[in-house]
């Protein structure tokens, strides 16, 4: 089991992704008790070299930072964001599948399927002016 996530987790995410900012959306709407932040990697401001990472990095999974320094990717950073949801049952529940060890691999090799055809699904209207949302293979 990852070490639990102190709190605020900073939780980046590709806001040009339909999918990926539909998910997000959801988490916001939840009461979290501000324990969770929001980074839109695909905004022109967004610096990451200021998390010592390059934009292809964020854009291959989702990153959650907890307030120790401590990265969450892909699977893990759900998990991470799930945390600051205590008092919700179907979150924790999934918590406890997708890292359980067989349930858990299953989840992470769904999740690595669904990171390499991101590129593919639909984008949101207004995200990636820039151009800097592009999605790389490394």
Known sequence: MPPKPTFPLKVFYDGSCYVCSTEMAVYQKKNHGGRLEFVDISATDFNPTQYGMHL?????QMHAIDNSGKIYR?????????QAFPTSTFYGLLGKLVI???????ARTGYRCFAHMRRYLPKRKKGCESGVCRIRKQ
């Open 56 to 60: 292809t990095d964020f854009m291959y």
């Open 100 to 106: 359980s060890p067989g349930l858990g691999m299953l």
């Open 74 to 82: 892909g699977v893990e950073g759900f998990w991470a964001i799930w």
